[in-house]
């Protein structure tokens, strides 16, 4: 059987482009002329020289409202230009050289942002403090947002403004996968002569998360996994699981939380069985909460066979109540699982010993999860934990927690 990163359908699907556009009216046309191929140093020029005649200075705040607007051929200029951009990597390089150069004025917002504390520490006027506050909100505007106000306006720029967000939006998802920051467990690889595609049965998804900053709250997960979903699906009829593989952060946080408090309670409720106690003790020595703590502190424990082995059944039960039992607000507390389970996905399996890399076991003692995917109860799963929180998972998970609940007096 045989997995694949989103990475496989992602690259595929997510090109940048424009929609075709028909003719226009007399008037500033929003068209589209192939760039001339050329040095990297003088398309970077152009790139600077069209935008700064197309995006408009930030006039005074005291101007703001009186300043008239830029002509309409420097925005279309801009379109002209971005549309004439074949390669992906070209209108990358233009959308940020306009976001790094034609931003927010960080040196005025220090300066309002001064005036505003300032003013707070003194007795003043309340129309005082709130025209420095609107004075702020205006500093924070991004100077680029004039050029986007004014395309509008043109003849199918609302169109263009439409697609451009797409573009940028499905860009970001693109390096979701191909992100530098990103941990790439298992990279994309064509079937060999020998693997028939119609034997290929699963699919697998690997730590989808976000690399910028300024793109959090946008749920570019939720969207590349849709997408690869069903692009996976017109590729390879025959896949028929389509999972997760996805890491446990703050696992090993709550574990120790768990036996510092079980060490206070000087052994009142145990976490471990009494056989799974006494092993422990004969292999760590000391009290099982207090000695286990400072262990599982460090990733040394794994070289320990006997400690790995006695320590598998109640780390995965105790692994599957954190996933499946410890709750934030009636959802769950982990925030990867948390994601998938608003997505419709199913708990599926824990595995062990899945990632022993050093972040690996600091995070989670080296488990991950699978949570698969059934395309066609997404809808009504993503409903019910939204709903009703109630947690939808397999036989294992549920056997897992019900062990929990059985051996580990909580």
């Known amino acids: 059987m045989r997995g694949f990163s989103p990475g496989l359908a992602a690259r595929r699907l997510l090109p940048l482009r ?9 008037g500033p046309r929003l068209s589209s002329r192939p760039v001339a191929a050329a040095g990297a140093g003088s398309r970077t020029g152009a790139m600077d020289e069209v935008l700064r005649r197309a995006v408009p200075p930030t006039p005074a705040y005291e101007l703001r409202e009186k300043t008239p607007a830029p002509a309409e051929g420097q925005c279309a200029d801009f379109v002209s230009f971005y549309g004439g951009l074949t390669e992906v990597a070209q209108r990358a390089e233009l959308l940020g050289r ?48 004039g050029l986007f106000h004014h395309i509008s306006k043109l003849d199918g720029g609302v169109r263009f403004l439409v697609q451009l967000r797409a573009d940028l939006l499905e860009a970001q998802a693109l390096k979701l996968v191909e992100g530098p920051h990103m941990r790439s467990i298992v990279k994309e690889h064509p079937p060999t002569e020998a693997e028939e595609r119609d034997r290929i049965a699963a ?24 997408r690869v979903l069903r692009e996976l699906q017109k590729e390879f009829p025959h896949l028929g699981a389509f999972s997760s593989l996805s890491p446990i952060p703050g696992f090993t946080k709550w574990l120790l939380g768990l036996l510092n408090s ?5 052994g009142r409720k145990e976490l471990f069985t009494d056989s799974e106690s006494r092993e422990i003790i004969e292999i760590i020595g000391g009290p099982v909460h ?27 039960r105790l692994c599957a ?20 389970l608003q997505n419709g996905a199913v708990m599926w399996r824990i595995n062990w010993m899945a990632d022993s890399s050093p972040r690996g076991l600091s995070n989670s003692c080296g488990l991950m999860v699978n949570y698969r995917y059934y395309p066609e109860e997404t809808g009504p799963n993503s409903t019910v934990y939204l709903g009703s929180k109630n947690i939808k998972a397999s036989e294992q998970v549920l056997s897992l927690v019900a062990q929990f609940q059985k051996n580990s007096k909580l």
């Open 18 to 26: 424009l929609p075709p556009r028909s003719p226009q009216p007399p």
């Open 98 to 145: 306009l976001a790094q150069g034609f931003g927010v004025d960080h040196g005025q917002v220090a300066e309002q942002s001064a005036g505003v504390l300032q003013l707070r520490q003194q007795p003043r006027e309340v129309a005082v403090l709130l025209q420095a506050e609107d004075r702020l909100r205006y500093a924070l505007v991004p100077r680029y947002r």
């Open 203 to 226: 699919a697998i998804f690997y730590s989808i998360s976000l690399t910028q900053q300024g793109l959090q709250g946008v749920e570019l997960g939720t969207f590349l996994i849709k």
């Open 262 to 266: 079980q060490t206070k309670d000087h």
């Open 290 to 316: 207090e000695t286990l703590k400072v262990v599982l502190s460090s990733n040394e424990w794994t070289q320990s066979e006997k400690l790995v082995r006695v320590l598998h059944a109640p780390l995965m």
């Open 321 to 340: 109540w954190y996933l499946y039992g410890e709750k934030h607000r009636g959802y769950a507390l982990n925030p990867v699982a948390n994601f998938h």
